[in-house]
T-cell receptor, first 112, second 114 residues
Framework: EDQVTQSPEALRLQEGESSSLNCSYTVSVLRGLFWYRQDPGKGPEFLFTLYSAGEEKEKERLKATLTKKESFLHITAPKPEDSATYLCAVPYSGGGADGLTFGKGTHLIIQP | ETGVTQTPRHLVMGMTNKKSLKCEQHLGHNAMYWYKQSAKKPLELMFVYSLEERVENNSVPSRFSPECPNSSHLFLHLHTLQPEDSALYLC?????????????FGPGTRLTVL
């Protein structure tokens, strides 16, 4: 059974204080790993897709990396507007038009 | 309209009511999904439609009934719900039903069952 575990559950940082969020996964076949950002009361917003170990993607202050067992979302010099819940997800190993298995997310708060 | 839209945004219903949630995607995608998001739990996949055919029913109770009349529209019909069904219901779409690719989500419908 596919599993996705995110840590920490919550993280409070000062503005400008860099850190990393972790996503550990267990799948029979890795068909991609997705990162999303979710603001309160809204749907998840797509950030990155990673397909193979060693791959990296960047967007503004965010960088996502992937190994064979986990992915990290690095946030550099964050600003208050980066406060959100960050979700990672993997496609079901069964293939086809499958849904995503999500982790519970990391609730990130950036204090000014 | 752009992206994925959902109506209504908020819904309060009694356990004996019948209501429907609507989703429309303006992205030209070929797969659509319903997810449930409850407090303190990860998003849970409910239904998958690929090219208007249902391909996944993730052990969802029969009081939830999906309908996909075409590739742009998806409905979730609700009847005799329970209070534990209160949650954020999210619709998503993706481009290729045969390959893993990013899903784009709507804003959700916040459902409260009294």
């Amino acid at each position: 059974e596919d599993q996705v575990t995110q840590s920490p559950e919550a993280l409070r940082l000062q503005e400008g204080e860099s850190s990393s969020l972790n996503c550990s996964y267990t799948v029979s076949v890795l068909r991609g790993l997705f990162w999303y950002r979710q603001d309160p009361g809204k749907g998840p917003e797509f950030l990155f897709t990673l397909y193979s170990a060693g791959e990296e993607k960047e967007k503004e202050r965010l960088k996502a990396t992937l190994t064979k067992k986990e992915s990290f979302l690095h946030i550099t010099a964050p600003k208050p507007e980066d406060s959100a819940t960050y979700l990672c997800a993997v496609p079901y190993s069964g293939g086809g038009a499958d849904g995503l298995t999500f982790g519970k997310g990391t609730h990130l708060i950036i204090q000014p | 309209e752009t992206g994925v839209t959902q109506t209504p945004r908020h819904l309060v219903m009694g356990m004996t009511n019948k209501k429907s949630l609507k989703c429309e995607q303006h992205l030209g995608h070929n797969a659509m999904y319903w997810y449930k998001q409850s407090a303190k739990k990860p998003l849970e996949l409910m239904f998958v439609y690929s090219l208007e055919e249902r391909v996944e029913n993730n052990s969802v109770p029969s009081r939830f009934s999906p309908e996909c009349p075409n590739s742009s529209h998806l409905f979730l019909h609700l009847h005799t719900l329970q209070p534990e069904d209160s949650a954020l219901y999210l619709c998503a779409s993706s481009q290729d039903p045969l390959a893993p690719n990013e899903q784009f989500f709507g804003p959700g419908t916040r459902l409260t069952v009294l």
